[in-house]
């Protein structure tokens, strides 16, 4: 059988429209095509439509206008100096955003190892393997949701209604921090080692251990963050 891809109708589109804005279809300031538009060009719902706009003004690309539409801000990509200003600008508050996630997703991995099912473990494989096929070809937009998936199948993990809906509020935060974060070589290959690790302990039923490497991994993505802050590549 072929392999199931786990990336979403909504990441192709994103894809999609960010690849013409960098190939200089539509440039700064131009307005794109109403949403209506889009959706018969990418033969796609306009709820997708929507998310993918929302997910491209996150990351800076786009620019919504209420009753205006949708505008190109940046057609430049993600180099490496444009990471490295944005995490100048939000430094402050991501100290603040791992602290909080320190506290959520080690009780997260403890009530998944109590309650989660082979089944639902069986998903978090999945998504971690995908993870480590995307890496290979450095598809970013992939890998931002794909850990954003990995982490939100623990959460499921836990049965929990009211950490799922903050895990949910988190993930909306987060989501230019992935972009940029896995935009980092280094930062996407670290985590794939600290991913593993996880899966590990969750197999093993130890709380301990689980606790530790979730901790150990969130320190780890800040402490690549500092890194570019610092100039290192």
């Known amino acids: 059988m072929k392999e199931i891809k786990r990336i979403s109708v909504t990441t192709q589109v994103i894809d999609s429209i960010r690849e013409s804005i960098l190939q200089?279809?539509?440039?700064?300031?131009?307005?794109?095509?109403?949403?209506?538009?889009?959706?018969?060009?990418?033969?796609?719902?306009?709820?997708t439509v929507r998310e993918a706009m929302r997910s491209l003004q996150a990351e800076g690309y786009v620019e919504l206008i209420s009753g205006k539409g949708a505008f190109v801000k940046d057609n430049q990509g993600h180099d490496y100096d444009a990471i490295r200003s944005w995490f100048i600008e939000v430094a402050p508050t991501?100290?603040?955003?791992?602290?909080?996630?320190?506290?959520?997703?080690?009780?997260q991995v403890r009530m998944a190892i109590k309650r989660g099912s082979n089944e639902e473990l069986e998903v978090l494989q999945q998504i971690h393997e995908q993870f480590i096929e995307e890496n290979k070809v450095s598809n970013v937009t992939a890998l931002a949701e794909l850990d954003e998936q990995f982490h939100t199948q623990i959460c499921r993990m836990a049965h929990n209604p009211?950490?799922?809906?903050i895990n949910q509020l988190m993930a909306m935060e987060l989501k230019r921090y992935r972009l940029m974060s896995i935009s980092v070589k280094t930062s996407s290959d670290n985590t794939i080692r600290e991913h593993e690790l996880v899966i590990k302990a969750i197999e093993e039923r130890d709380n301990q251990?689980?606790?530790?490497?979730?901790?150990?991994?969130?320190?780890?993505?800040?402490?690549?963050?500092?890194k570019v802050l610092e100039g290192q590549k």
């Open 162 to 165: 009211l950490l799922l809906k």
């Open 24 to 47: 200089g279809s539509y440039p700064v300031g131009t307005k794109l095509p109403p949403e209506v538009k889009l959706c018969e060009m990418l033969s796609v719902s306009r709820s």
């Open 94 to 107: 991501l100290k603040d955003t791992t602290e909080v996630r320190e506290a959520l997703e080690t009780l």
């Open 209 to 226: 251990k689980a606790a530790a490497y979730m901790l150990a991994h969130l320190g780890s993505s800040l402490a690549d963050i500092n």
